[in-house]
């Protein structure tokens, strides 16, 4: 069981002017997602490309079914394409400034100024020895990109725990960081298909996934229940 690393947003994109710990966030309709698997020269992820097109498509839990799940189906997660993409050094001071030169590359690749112009939500697996600090996974809030360690790019849990900070999400803490547990928002565990599970009650609402089930009541003005 291991924690991870929250990159500040702001420093790629400008925030909503009006995002509070109470708002509500739509997270309804569909996300496509790019997966980019990261090679070097010396090194490179476990996971083949296959086994990265599994995490959407195998039969059982994956991530596509948990969102279906989770969300009551408002969310669908389609893999819109497995991309490899091999980075020019052999070792890098954090697995961001990797992916950020695997960017380079690929926004010239396929003539894009963003790689979210070509999915909703980009993921990128990388392998181990590629970083020189140990580390599992990493998002910013608001953002479309996360990456993941090796260790964790079939990981159900930091899939959807790095994925719910895609969303919108922070972290789950009551107890202690990462120590609500109920949800995905807590620690994260370096398992395929498990644990089988949602976020919490809290991150729904904020969610919008309890819209349709909800009433909202300002005590301050008058209202008539039917």
């Known amino acids: 069981i291991v924690a991870h690393t929250v990159v500040s947003a702001s420093q790629y994109i400008q925030l909503p002017s009006r995002v509070s710990r109470s708002s509500t966030i739509k997270a309804t ?19 083949t490309e296959d086994d990265l097109r599994a995490l959407f498509d195998r039969r059982g839990v994956n991530l596509r079914t948990q969102y279906a799940a989770c969300s009551q189906n408002q969310l ?23 992916v950020l030169e695997a960017e380079e590359i690929l926004q010239e690749r396929y003539q894009v100024r963003s790689m979210d112009r070509l999915a909703d939500w980009t993921l990128y697996c990388l392998p181990k020895a590629l970083v020189s600090r140990d580390w599992a996974a990493a998002a910013s809030n608001f953002h479309w990109r996360s990456w993941y360690n090796e260790e964790y790019c079939l990981s159900l849990s930091a899939l959807m725990h ?8 922070t972290h789950a803490n009551e107890g202690g960081k990462y120590k609500d547990v109920t949800g995905y928002m807590g620690y994260s565990q370096r398992v395929s298909g498990y ?8 991150k729904h609402w904020k969610l919008g996934w309890y819209a349709q089930q909800s009433l909202e009541i300002d005590p301050y003005q008058a209202t008539t229940l039917q």
């Open 29 to 47: 309709g569909t996300r496509r997602v790019n997966y980019v698997r990261i090679t070097s020269a010396e090194a490179e992820p476990e996971s």
């Open 195 to 202: 644990p089988q599970r949602c976020y919490n009650a809290a």
């Open 162 to 169: 790095e994925t719910g900070h895609s969303n919108g999400l």
């Open 76 to 98: 669908t997660v389609v893999l819109n394409e497995v991309i490899s993409v091999q980075v020019n050094r052999t070792l890098y001071n954090s697995g961001l400034t990797a």
